[in-house]
């Protein structure tokens, strides 16, 4: 039985294993006890509290393996994402040099400093027990919090981002950062990831160029990583672009990996999400039925499982009493459902309602 739920203290030691073991490693997941100590405090305090629009709160999850009475997994959602500072990012631009006299015209892409997903709410910190990753497990953990911002919208920006680790090389170099970062830092990839999820991130607008980067100028395997999610992310982009999320023109300004936008209304398990009152029934006595997400209506004691979508002629959601128990629920209490299959799409996450790609950035 797997459950997501609000991280805890004693999750201490569980967050500190799943940050190292991150491929690769994560910027805003750090392998730092006294940031993860941090990070837990802080999340204790935004369950806790009353909110009524989105500021520097941080919602940290962890998946547990109840059976295994072990923190498998943990996921974070930023209310903010540049609540205390900017959140920096390189936007993808393109400019124009011409020439009348030369007859010339030339588009150049370039890549300009941004802090405009600095309003947006982030799903962020995702780390999973490498013997979960591929099972219905990761898809809960990810989109478990989905689930908990359908139910307080009110905590949450109307658009959602999330950043995917970008393309790093066989011995775990990033190309792009050799290309453009280096230059200003003086460090490599893996030290300057690490600092920048230990200490303040003001460092990156007073170092890094302030003008516009071009391309061309870039060596052909930087400019190949722009917007190139790390392999070890690639079903879990994927599975982000049927939810309905679209590549922005927004890239990491440390490795270039991309970013992706939403408005939380139009993601599928939003749309697809509804409310049912609980029939409690015997585990053997369950209809077959799809699998779904289930959440309570607990903020601070918040649980979401996997669970068959199996309703009773007048709309009940058909429960047996250990799926119940997991969540808190007796019968009678609604809970909230969303399937946890997704709609198909291409590899590029498009289909012919949806291009796959934020139509106001292009």
Not at 22 to 32: E, G, I, K, V, Y
Not at 61 to 88: C, H, M, N, W
């Amino acid at each position: 039985m797997l459950v997501v739920r609000p991280v805890r203290s004693a999750d201490l030691p569980a967050l500190e294993r799943l940050a190292s073991s991150a491929s690769p490693r994560l910027t805003n997941l750090p392998a730092h006890r006294d940031r993860l100590e941090e990070r837990i405090a802080r999340s204790r305090l935004a369950f806790s509290r009353e909110v009524e629009f989105p500021g520097d709160e941080h919602y940290t999850f962890v998946l547990e393996d109840l059976q295994r009475d072990a923190v498998v997994g943990t996921a974070t959602i930023r209310a903010q994402a540049g609540s205390r500072e900017a959140y920096y990012t390189y936007r993808q631009e393109t400019l124009i040099h011409a020439s009348q006299q030369l007859n010339v015209r030339r588009e150049v892409p370039t890549l300009s400093l941004s802090h405009e997903v600095s309003e947006a709410s982030q799903l962020c910190a995702f780390s999973l027990d490498a013997r979960y990753q591929g099972t219905s497990a990761e898809s809960l953990l990810r989109r478990a919090r989905l689930m908990f911002i359908a139910q307080y919208p009110e905590r949450f920006a109307e658009i959602l981002a999330m950043a995917f680790p970008g393309y790093l090389d066989e011995q775990g170099e990033s190309p792009f950062w050799n290309s453009v970062g280096r230059h200003f830092f003086v460090r490599d990839y893996q030290e300057i990831n690490y600092l920048a999820g230990v200490r303040s991130k003001s460092f990156i607008a007073e170092v890094m160029p302030q003008f516009p980067l071009y391309l061309a100028l870039l060596t052909p395997q930087a400019r190949a990583a722009i917007g190139r999610e790390h392999p070890d992310h690639e079903q879990a982009l994927a599975e982000m672009l049927s939810e309905g999320f679209l590549r922005s023109r927004h890239v990491d300004i440390f490795d270039a990996g991309p970013v992706v936008k939403g408005e939380r209304e139009r993601l599928a398990s939003f749309r697809r999400a509804a409310w049912h009152p609980v029939r409690i029934r015997p585990a053997h006595t369950l209809p077959d039925a799809e699998p779904a997400m289930v959440a309570n209506q607990q903020l601070e004691e918040f649980r979401c499982v996997v669970a068959r979508y199996a309703l009773s002629p007048t709309g009940q959601l058909l429960l047996s009493a250990e799926h119940a128990e997991r969540l808190g629920v007796e019968e009678g209490r609604a809970v909230l459902a969303s399937p946890l299959a997704l709609p198909g799409r291409g590899a590029e996450g498009g289909d012919e309602h949806n291009p796959g790609y934020d139509e106001g950035e292009l």
